[in-house]
């Protein structure tokens, strides 16, 4: 017997990859500060848990395939105050967005298709285009210009006849680039020439700085065939374990397929969902604090890094990620040796190589994504254990120059 072709093809985890290495560490009792992963310290609001324990259920029974009435209903409410027109019946209620993404996929894409998606990008998007039996085609954005959308000719370069959707993550996971409108309207025109979908994923629609806003796909003129919303709670209220996404469209045709593949799922989760309800009612008022706190955990991580000597990163508006260039030989076997060999007081550190969010091969090498989820104590204390990481690495570009040059000196004494 054989494992399928599309079980070897799936990646492991860009985020998940050193956990194991990460657990030991802990197990031998030093302190890991986990920046690997966007969950967020940031407690719950508890409106959305009191909403769970005031549930008068007898039994949790199965709920719509596109989720109950009154949470569609309240989501729509929360949709429009965003400035998104949409009715009830143009949300489906998914299981966390991951199974929006999917969804999404399966529906606007046969196997075989092209799938165009600007990189670095979430990592998963590849296992998700490997489930569907699509092809993920990057359009590559440089650390050099702060990840900025590639010109749109780099785009166009690459569709072929089998292209048959863009995908955009805004606020972007993992760069942090908040994509401006006119941007958006580049791409939306270029999927409406092509005939392409434009699905976006907009998980952290909330979290923009410097006042800074993100626009919705579904927002532009012209959007209602090609634009298909992928959204959760998750990152938006830290509601992470929730599992309680979204896909919305105005396009019937995707609504009504994407349905079909929901009923065979039964149904999104009960429970979630009341959280969601709770959730949809906090006023707009409630992210004003957190995203004061997210911005100051940004100051803060890229203050700090660009105080390191060798490291180069930009300023990400939005979401709670950066990218990092370091000087180190490879990414992946510096953040293996952060949590097998290297402590700072007790503690260290676990990151993202980001070789995972590029479908380009040797692409990320030395770069890292950092997620600036903890509080400004322990992140602060993170970053301090990268510096002193940085400078006792073994593989740190700068150290192996040096210890060429010396070993060429030695040499030729001999």
């Avoid at 590559?140 to 006849?161: H, K, N």
């Avoid at 290297?342 to 380009?360: C, D, Q, V």
Wanted: a negative charge.
């Amino acid at each position: 017997m054989t494992i399928s072709e599309r079980g070897q093809a799936m990646p492991v985890s860009a985020f998940r990859r050193l956990a194991p290495f990460a657990e030991a560490a802990r197990q031998r009792g030093r302190q890991v500060y986990a920046l690997n992963i966007g969950q967020p310290d940031i407690a719950t609001p508890p409106e959305l848990l009191e909403a769970v324990r005031q549930a008068d259920i007898r039994v949790l029974a199965y709920s719509a395939g596109a989720g109950t009435d009154s949470y569609r209903q309240k989501l729509a409410g929360y949709y429009q105050r965003a400035g998104i027109e949409v009715s009830s019946e143009q949300i489906m209620v998914t299981t966390a967005g991951s199974e929006a993404i999917l969804f999404a996929l399966l529906t606007c894409l046969n196997p075989g298709d092209e799938l165009i998606v600007s990189e670095p990008f979430y990592g998963t998007y590849t296992a998700f285009a490997i489930a569907a039996g699509v092809r993920v085609v990057p359009v590559t954005a440089r650390i050099e210009d702060g990840f900025a959308l590639s010109p749109l000719a780099d785009f166009e370069r690459v569709i072929t006849p089998r292209t048959k959707a863009i995908l955009v993550c805004n606020p972007s996971n993992p760069t942090g680039h908040v994509y401006s409108r006119a941007e958006l309207e580049a791409l939306l025109g270029l999927c409406r020439r092509h005939g392409l979908y434009l699905l976006s994923d907009e998980a952290y629609r909330e979290y923009c700085y410097d006042g800074a806003t993100a626009t919705s796909a579904l927002s532009l003129a012209g959007a209602d065939e090609h634009v298909v919303v992928m959204d959760t709670i998750s990152k938006r209220y830290s509601a992470c374990g929730a599992r309680v996404g979204a896909l919305v469209t105005r396009n019937e045709a995707v609504f009504n397929t994407a349905f079909r593949f929901a009923q065979m799922r039964i149904s999104p989760p009960g429970l979630g969902m009341l959280l969601g309800e709770a959730a949809a009612e906090l006023p707009t008022s409630y992210f004003d604090e957190n995203r004061a706190e997210y911005q100051a955990r940004r100051d803060l991580t890229v203050r700090r890094l660009r105080a390191m000597p060798g490291v180069e990163c930009p300023v990400p508006g939005g979401a709670f990620y950066v990218m990092a260039r370091l000087p180190v030989d490879d990414a992946g076997r510096f953040g293996e040796w952060l949590l097998t060999d290297f402590s700072y007081h007790n503690a260290t550190l676990y990151l993202s190589p980001a070789a995972g969010f590029y479908a380009t091969p040797g692409l990320g090498r030395q770069e890292v994504r950092l997620a600036y989820v903890l509080n400004l104590t322990d992140l602060d204390a993170a970053l301090t254990c990268l510096e002193m990481a940085l400078e006792a690495y073994p593989g740190r570009i700068g150290k192996l120059v040096r210890d060429e040059v010396v070993s060429r000196e030695v040499a030729s004494l001999v």
